[in-house]
């Protein structure tokens, strides 16, 4: 067995623990910004700001995405759901006339109790991730995530969930266009 106990932390088939290096760091620093900008999504009052700050959340899982070689994946998140997703939202909003400003409907006043599904299942991701990678190591030196790979697991395995995606949103911007338009009696 290759384990060995170093420097008072576990080091294994030579990863120590206690030394980050300057990409960990980055990848923990963006994080934070990800988490930060994910928390004032779902927690600002002005429609518009929300999907704003979904945008920084988005684009920084797209540099995580890069942090750890995946190129190919950080490049789809970037055009399909920065390009694509948010476009289509920020669409929706402008067709359905909400209101720009601070949207005083935005706030259905269950804060404690959505705090508290949240930090459940923040407890339950972390403790399933932590438990299920605990021994698993990622080799930043060879590039992961390459399209070959990727594309064949996304024509093969989860074509089906990615076209229903694709006809929710195309049914979400018909339902919009038909909420938008005024009937004939209206002015």
Request: charged letters at 10%.
């Amino acid at each position: 067995m290759t384990a060995t106990l170093a420097a008072g932390g576990l080091a294994a088939e030579g990863n120590a623990y206690l030394s980050p290096s300057g990409q960990e760091i980055v990848f923990v620093l963006v994080g934070l910004v990800v988490l930060g900008g994910a928390v004032l999504c779902v927690t600002s009052r002005q429609l518009v700001h929300a999907a704003l700050w979904l945008v920084v959340a988005l684009g920084g899982l797209a540099v995580q995405y890069l942090l750890l070689t995946a190129e190919f994946v950080a490049w789809v998140q970037v055009l399909i759901y920065l390009g694509s997703v948010v476009v289509l939202l920020l669409f929706g909003l402008m067709l359905t006339k909400a209101p720009i400003g601070p949207s005083p409907d935005a706030d259905s006043r269950n804060r404690p109790v959505a705090l508290v599904v949240a930090l459940a299942a923040a407890a339950t991701l972390v403790v399933l991730v932590v438990d299920a990678f605990r021994t698993a190591w990622i080799d930043l030196d060879t590039p992961h995530g390459a399209s070959g790979p990727v594309g064949e697991s996304l024509f093969r395995l989860w074509v089906l969930p990615f076209e229903a995606l694709s006809v929710l949103l195309l049914a979400a911007l018909i339902g919009a266009i038909v909420v938008s338009r005024r009937r004939d009696g209206e002015s």
